[in-house]
């Protein structure tokens, strides 16, 4: 009997540290994939702010050349 209750314990410690890795597991992922977006969007922002660098410098160039149409 008491040797049954040590097995039950023992078990319900090993299922509980099973589920925490598990858990810690998703979490990982979860958190991996929140970290690839982030830095998706930081290097789609920083190209967006080059290309509007580059667009300013265009247009600034062509004003100094005098050029009136710029629709």
Do not use: H, P, W
Not at 18 to 36: L, W
């Amino acid at each position: 009997m008491f040797f049954k209750r040590i097995q039950a314990k023992t078990q319900q410690r090993d299922d509980r540290r099973g589920e925490c890795q598990e858990a810690a597991y998703d979490y990982q992922q979860r958190r991996a994939a929140r970290d690839k977006d982030r830095q998706t969007v930081s290097d789609l922002i920083g190209i967006l702010n080059t290309n509007m660098r580059d667009l300013k410098e265009y247009i600034a160039l062509r004003i100094a050349a005098g050029d009136k149409d710029l629709e």
